[in-house]
C-alpha cells in the first residue's frame, strides 16, 4: 500500500506527462519550445493551429472523459461491490450512445451540433428513469445490475435496430464510427458541451466516499452509521447518469476504462472505496490520454478508433481477474 498523498501526487504527474506527450506528439511533432511559443502567442502559425485548433481540445476532452469513466468505474464496483461493475453495467453508456445514434439516424446532428450531446444526455438520464422504474425501491445491488441489464440491452437493440434500417450505407457508416469512439476532431465547442457534465457527474460521485465505506458492511450496518442509503443511490446514479452522459456526448462509447483503472489502482490502496475513487479519476484521465496518444503515433492506413484501443486493455484485466478466481477455486 501507498500513502495516498503520495499515490495522488505519482498518478497527477503521470497525467501531466501523458498531457505533456499528447500536445508535443502526433503525424506533425512540436517540440517543448514550439509549444511553449504557441501558447503564449508567440509561435508560428502552423504550430499555433495545430496547437490550439487540434491538439488542446483533443487533450482536455481526454483528461475529462477518462477522469469520469474511472471515477464511475470505481463508484459502482464499490456500491454494487462488484469487481467487474462499471458505466456500462447499468445500461448508462449504451443509453447515452443510443440518444446519439438517434441524433444520426435521424439527422439532427445536422440540422445543429448541440443535437448530438443533448440527445446523448438525454438518453443517459432517460436510462436513469428506467432503472428506478424497474428497480422500484428495492435497494439490493442485484436488483439494479438485473435492471441495469435491461435497459442496457433494450438501448443495445435500439442502436442495432437504427443501422438495420439506415437510408443509405453512409448513414450507417457514420453510426459506427460514432459508436467506436474518438476524439478526433473536436473542438472547444465540444470541450464546453462535456465539461458541465463531467464536473456535475463527478462531484456526486465523489460526494459518496464515506457512505460507500459504510455500506461495506452491509445497508444495515450503513443505516445505523446515519447513511441514507436512498439518497446516496441517488446521487451515485444520477452523477453516472450526467457524467457519463456528457462524455458519451462528445468521444462516443469507450469501454473498459471504468473496468480498468480501479483493478490498477486498488493494489497500492487500503482498498475502501472511498481511497479508491479520486486516485481512479486521475489514472482514467491519464489512461485515455495515453490511449489516446497512442492512436495517433500508431502507424496505420486509417487512424485506430479510441474505442477499440481501450477494448484491447480492457482483455488483459479479464484474464488476470479469471486466473485469480481459478486459483481461489
Request: hydrophobic residues 55%; glycine residues 10%; charged residues 10%.
Amino acid at each position: 500500500m501507498i500513502r495516498r498523498p503520495v499515490l495522488i501526487a505519482a498518478l497527477a504527474g503521470l497525467t501531466l506527462v501523458a498531457a505533456i506527450a499528447s500536445l508535443r506528439f502526433g503525424p506533425v511533432d512540436l517540440s517543448i519550445a514550439r509549444l511553449v511559443a504557441a501558447a503564449t502567442g508567440h509561435g508560428d502559425r502552423i504550430a499555433t493551429i495545430i496547437l490550439l485548433d487540434l491538439r488542446l481540445p483533443r487533450t482536455l476532452l481526454a483528461l475529462a472523459v477518462g477522469a469520469i469513466l474511472g471515477l464511475a468505474g470505481a463508484a459502482l464496483q464499490g456500491y454494487l461491490r462488484n469487481p467487474l461493475a462499471e458505466p456500462s453495467v447499468l445500461g448508462t453508456s449504451n443509453a447515452a450512445a443510443l440518444g446519439g445514434v438517434a441524433a444520426l439516424y435521424f439527422g439532427f446532428a445536422q440540422m445543429h451540433p448541440a443535437a448530438l450531446p443533448l440527445l446523448s444526455i438525454g438518453g443517459a438520464l432517460l436510462s436513469l428513469a428506467l432503472l428506478f422504474a424497474l428497480a422500484g425501491r428495492s435497494e439490493s445491488p442485484l436488483t439494479l445490475i438485473l435492471a441495469g441489464i435491461a435497459v442496457g440491452t433494450l438501448a443495445v437493440a435500439g442502436t442495432s435496430l437504427a443501422l438495420n434500417l439506415s437510408p443509405n450505407p453512409f448513414a450507417a457508416m457514420e453510426i459506427m464510427t460514432w459508436l467506436l469512439g474518438s476524439l478526433e476532431n473536436r473542438s472547444f465547442q465540444h470541450v464546453w458541451i462535456a465539461l458541465p457534465c463531467v464536473a456535475t457527474g463527478m462531484a456526486m460521485l465523489l460526494w459518496n466516499g464515506r457512505a460507500l465505506d459504510a455500506l461495506t458492511l452491509g445497508e444495515d450496518a450503513a443505516r445505523a452509521l446515519g447513511v441514507d442509503v436512498g439518497r446516496m443511490r441517488l446521487r451515485l446514479l444520477a452523477g453516472t447518469a450526467i457524467g457519463v452522459g456528457g462524455a458519451v456526448a462528445v468521444s462516443g462509447a469507450i469501454g473498459f476504462v471504468g473496468l480498468i483503472v480501479p483493478h490498477l489502482i486498488r493494489p497500492f490502496t487500503d482498498r475502501s472505496p472511498s481511497a479508491i475513487l479520486l486516485p481512479s479519476a486521475i489514472g482514467g484521465a491519464a489512461l485515455l490520454t495515453l490511449a489516446d496518444l497512442g492512436v495517433r503515433i500508431i502507424p496505420t492506413t486509417n487512424e485506430l478508433k479510441l474505442g477499440v484501443v481501450t477494448a484491447f486493455l480492457g482483455v488483459p484485466v479479464f484474464l488476470v481477474h479469471l486466473m485469480r478466481e481459478k486459483r481461489l477455486w
